[in-house]
């Protein structure tokens, strides 16, 4: 019986992957729409053709042939979105303990992973996917060196199916340089004075120095090593950042914690990108210089001092792009990080309002996220060779009354229903209100 049971498994798990693998290597064609590439200009009446996962070919008056033919009607084609900063499948409900699983117990936890901790039943997938986002950088939160990022998909069974890349980005959590001048009696529950504030402040700053510095020379160590060395698990996690092979993350908002932070990875020559970046535009012309990328997650903050116009977060971005520095648009990882995926290209439409280019905005959550994640080779923009990961809206990504109409990963078409449209299915099937004692007929 066991044996039968495990056969019968066996086969049903091949007939899965055999039917999956058949979905993707089936080639399609969507015709005749606005095509945009993100990486060059808008094609109308473009086409769009798919082999076996990839795109073939992307331009006007295609005649090629496909076993599935879309005619889009002027329906508009765009990349998949990308959400470089969030907590999507690590947190479900913030109210509910049992369902956040965004912080690790300590300091400095460069070995905690967050990829395998993500729930691939999160009901928050769906809805983010719904709005056209195909892809997400999920962030470990909590302590100074908060654990290592990991890329996932938005379609899966298991997380070994949504895993893209387990080792994105570490994520350093630069201290703040604000000062609390509140004045309070004195007594023992008064808070610290402005001295004691700054000198906390420095000697965080002087640990972080210090943990990498050791991080450094443990990596040295190692490559002189011979076959008795002995192992620490959180060094060998912190091998690939201290060696320059993979990018550091530092979540700074106030803007000499930005500078502070940059002037501290270009004199140690790490690869950084700035997260969060709320003031990063007060530095603008400094982390263009140094090439260091922004993930902007502020657009509708509201300003944090009295003395800046109403419209500076609005405005940021183009700003940034004025100055040359590479952004993406993101929610962030606070409670609503998860929830609020959907709506990251209101705050690029936002932003669009503001002196954002079109195509700026579009790149803001496409390419230019591609591009920091170090996975513009594979998605990002409709290009040849790469990934057929793209969707079809009735209006512009950044037109709240668009709806994504069909979605693919790598090729494949996914299911765009979600706990919002199920529950919108249910109760609009409610019955109506009636009069006491007269039939209740169902809404039609």
């Not at 053709?49 to 992307?58: N, P, S």
């Not at 057929?388 to 709806?403: S, W």
């Amino acid at each position: 019986m066991n044996h039968l049971l495990s056969s019968l498994a066996l086969a049903l798990v091949l007939g899965l992957v055999s039917a999956q693998s058949a979905a993707r290597a089936a080639s399609l064609l969507l015709k005749d729409g606005w095509i945009f590439t993100a990486s060059g200009p808008v094609l109308t009446n473009g086409s769009v053709l798919v082999r076996d996962g990839r795109i073939e070919k992307v331009g006007a008056g295609l005649t090629d042939t496909a076993d599935t033919v879309v005619d889009l009607r002027g329906q508009r084609v765009f990349p998949g979105l990308i959400a470089p900063t969030t907590v999507l499948g690590l947190l479900e409900i913030d109210a509910v303990r049992a369902t956040r699983d965004t912080t690790e117990v300590g300091q400095y936890t460069p070995d905690v992973a967050s990829w395998i901790a993500v729930n691939p039943d999160s009901e928050l997938i769906p809805v983010a996917r719904a709005n056209g986002y195909t892809h997400a950088q999920v962030v470990p939160s909590g302590g100074t060196v908060s654990g290592v990022s990991g890329l996932i998909q938005l379609d899966g069974w298991t997380i070994e199916d949504l895993t893209v890349d387990k080792t994105v980005a570490l994520h350093l959590r630069w201290p703040g340089f604000g000062l609390d001048t509140t004045p309070r009696p004195p007594g023992k529950d008064s808070s610290p004075s402005l001295e004691d504030q700054v000198r906390d402040r420095d000697r965080k700053l002087r640990e972080i120095d210090t943990f990498f510095t050791e991080a450094t020379a443990y990596s040295e160590a190692r490559k002189a090593s011979g076959p008795g060395f002995r192992v620490v698990p959180a060094w060998e996690a912190m091998l690939p950042f201290v060696r320059r092979e993979r990018p550091l993350w530092i979540h700074a908002d106030e803007a000499r914690a930005i500078r502070s932070a940059a002037e501290w990875a270009v004199r140690r020559n790490y690869r950084a990108v700035i997260a969060g970046g709320r003031d990063a535009v007060r530095e603008a012309a400094y982390l263009a210089e140094h090439r260091i990328p922004v993930v902007f997650e502020h657009v509708f903050t509201q300003p944090a001092r009295d003395t800046d116009p109403y419209d500076m977060h609005y405005a940021a971005p183009a700003a940034l792009a004025k100055a040359g520095v590479l952004f993406a648009l993101s929610e962030g990882t606070d409670q609503f990080g998860a929830s609020n995926i959907r709506n990251i290209p209101y705050a690029a439409a936002q932003a669009r309002a503001f002196g954002l280019s079109h195509e700026e905005a579009v790149r803001g959550l496409t390419l230019n996220a591609a591009k920091i994640l170090g996975v513009s080779d594979r998605l990002g923009s409709l290009e040849p060779g790469k990934d057929a990961t793209l969707f079809v809206a009735d209006g512009d990504v950044l037109d709240l009354r668009a709806n994504v109409r069909r979605l693919w990963i790598r090729g494949r078409e996914v299911d765009l229903s979600s706990r919002h449209t199920r529950l919108y299915d249910r109760y609009r099937k409610r019955p109506a209100p009636t009069v006491p004692g007269a039939p209740v007929k169902p809404t039609p």
